[in-house]
């Protein structure tokens, strides 16, 4: 049954979500479904009115546009971050800013949502980040356009949003390559959650990503033992096709999520899949193929190059 509403047509006890987005369209759709959801919105229609309001009252979540009138969206992050009582921030913008997302991952944001997006999406959003289980957040280790390194805790959520951060970075891959890395990504980060972090999120995770002219490598550290691709009862991996059934009765007994299949799709997705010793870190490598403008990998390739 829906909370009763007072007379100015506020939920009492709502959670109070500040909205700051310079464009119209978007600022009415997400409002009035995060209203609908049963959330007090307050408006903003730019970043100084945003950060005035933070400063003024309190807020549980805040939506920042990056790129609004008067002052930055980061900015806004930035200041309220000075302040006694900040609330989480989603950042939002349209595609292509890997430096905007860098400056959000540095400075806490709960997540990241890529204009045109659904209204729907940011109720969603809402939900997963004012939920009472909320995930602690990440530790950034490093920051740089070319090197993004986290600490993550060892849960689904945790995993979800680093993996939507890290993918967004590679603005200039295509949609189907953008769409295998990730879904490859994904799968090794909940396996290292999983298996190695038991979904413990007192444990933690290490992420890097690491972007070179032709290469795209993800390192993935999960703080379990380690594991043996001989006793991996939960995976495809190591398994016959008659031998599916076990695995899916054994992920059920376990309380694992439907699947099984990350690491051979990661495996089939990867142009290379590099496990340590003790098999409790990872590297993916997938190779990107030559952009006009780049430099050349070796003096050899450079004379090639001059020859054709």
Request: charged share 25%; hydrophobic share 40%; net charge neutral.
């Amino acid at each position: 049954m829906a909370k009763r509403k007072s007379a100015d047509g506020k939920t009492p006890g709502a959670k109070r979500v500040l909205l700051a987005e310079n464009d119209r369209e978007t600022r009415t759709a997400v409002s009035n479904a995060l209203k609908r959801a049963g959330y007090h919105v307050t408006l903003a229609r730019n970043g100084a009115h945003a950060l005035a309001s933070i400063e003024k009252s309190y807020f549980d979540l805040a939506f920042l546009d990056i790129w609004m009138p008067e002052m930055s969206g980061l900015d806004v992050i930035a200041s309220a971050r000075n302040g006694k009582r900040h609330p989480k921030i989603i950042v939002t913008t349209s595609a292509g800013a890997p430096e905007a997302l860098l400056h959000a991952v540095r400075e806490q944001a709960y997540e990241y949502l890529v204009k045109p997006f659904p209204a729907r999406e940011a109720v969603e959003v809402a939900n997963r980040a004012l939920r009472k289980n909320e995930t602690p957040p990440f530790e950034v280790i490093s920051a740089r356009p070319h090197w993004v390194e986290a600490l993550a805790p060892c849960t689904r959520d945790a995993a979800e949003r680093i993996q939507s951060f890290l993918i967004h970075l590679e603005c200039e891959l295509s949609e189907d390559m953008r769409r295998t890395v990730s879904l490859a990504l994904r799968e090794l980060l909940m396996n290292a959650v999983e298996w190695g972090g038991k979904l413990d999120p007192n444990r933690k995770v290490r992420i890097a990503y690491i972007r070179l002219s032709r290469m795209l490598l993800y390192r993935v550290v999960d703080p379990g033992a380690g594991f043996s691709f001989d006793g991996l009862k939960h995976a495809v991996a190591g398994h016959t096709a008659g031998e599916m059934a076990q695995v899916v009765t054994f992920r059920a007994e376990m309380g694992m999520r439907p699947g099984g299949f990350g690491i051979a799709m990661a495996r089939a997705i990867a142009d290379e899949l590099l496990y340590s010793e003790n098999q409790n870190e990872v590297i993916l490598v997938k190779y990107m193929p030559h952009r006009d403008g780049d430099a050349p990998c070796s003096e050899d390739e450079a004379n090639t190059d001059a020859t054709e």
